[in-house]
């Protein structure tokens, strides 16, 4: 899996190799979310978002550059959407349009393996619908080292900035309080230096030449994404480090 990365500034976002544009109305809404949030009881949030206890914590916390991402925070990332694509805030664990409950951060939310994408009910109705990019520089794992968890940091080689397929979903409450996009990272087997350093699994660093085909989700099937994503990836090597 993915558990965290570290959020890219807007001149590394300029580099993508991909037109979007800013989505302005995401992010009113996202503010909007926050304000409702610091007006708002612990007992309301927990009734209007469909918490299973009460915050600890906010709930619409957005990461800036060069910070870390953790579940259930907010980050920016590019979604196409009725044909264009556009950056928005995504929260990092996806939250089913239909979803009564907010599931806990156990439940793995945050990543899609790629050999289940066609099996999961949270995952089979957003392939070949609602595809993203997430970008970020480095990513964060947890190894076993002596007994002992530890995280570990991989940065790309020679790279100063990555993406993965991210799979998306809009959320609003039954009483329209609050709305909020959020996604879930695509995994795969781990790349041989994420492997060796003790974990199984790895974001897919996407193939730039394939962005915009990822990107115009419904010109494939389910299947034939799923076989799509087994190739089209960057080659590059990570190193890395422990995480500061």
Not at 44 to 73: A, D, M, N
Not at 140 to 148: A, D, H, L, M, Q
Not at 199 to 225: C, K, T, V
Request: proline letters at 7%; glycine letters at 6%.
């Amino acid at each position: 899996m993915c558990y965290s990365f570290a959020v890219p500034g807007d001149k590394l976002l300029a580099e993508l190799p991909i037109v979007f544009q800013s989505d302005s109305l995401s992010w009113d809404q996202l503010r909007l979310d926050q304000e409702w949030e610091k007006s708002s009881s612990k007992e309301e949030i927990k009734h209007v978002l469909g918490l299973k206890g009460q915050p600890r914590v906010s709930q619409f916390r957005l990461v800036g550059p060069g910070q870390r991402v953790y579940p259930r925070y907010f980050a920016p990332g590019i979604v196409c959407d009725e044909g264009k694509n556009w950056l928005r805030p995504l929260r990092y664990s996806i939250r089913p349009s239909n979803s009564a409950w907010d599931l806990s951060t156990k439940y793995s939310l945050y990543n899609a393996r790629l050999d289940r994408l066609l099996e999961a009910k949270t995952w089979r109705p957003l392939i070949g619908h609602r595809h993203g990019i997430l970008p970020f520089t480095s990513f964060f794992e947890w190894v076993e080292r002596k007994g002992k968890k530890i995280q570990i940091q991989f940065i790309p080689e020679g790279r100063s900035l990555m993406w993965a397929p991210i799979l998306w979903d809009f959320w609003m409450s039954p009483g329209k309080e609050v709305g909020y996009f959020s996604c879930t990272l695509i995994t795969d087997d781990p790349a041989p230096e994420v492997k060796a350093a003790g974990h199984d699994r790895s974001p897919i660093f996407l193939d730039a030449d394939f962005m915009e085909a990822w990107l115009d989700a419904e010109s494939n099937s389910a299947e034939g994404w799923q076989e799509f994503l087994k190739g089209h990836r960057e080659t590059v090597a990570y190193r890395h480090s422990l995480a500061a």
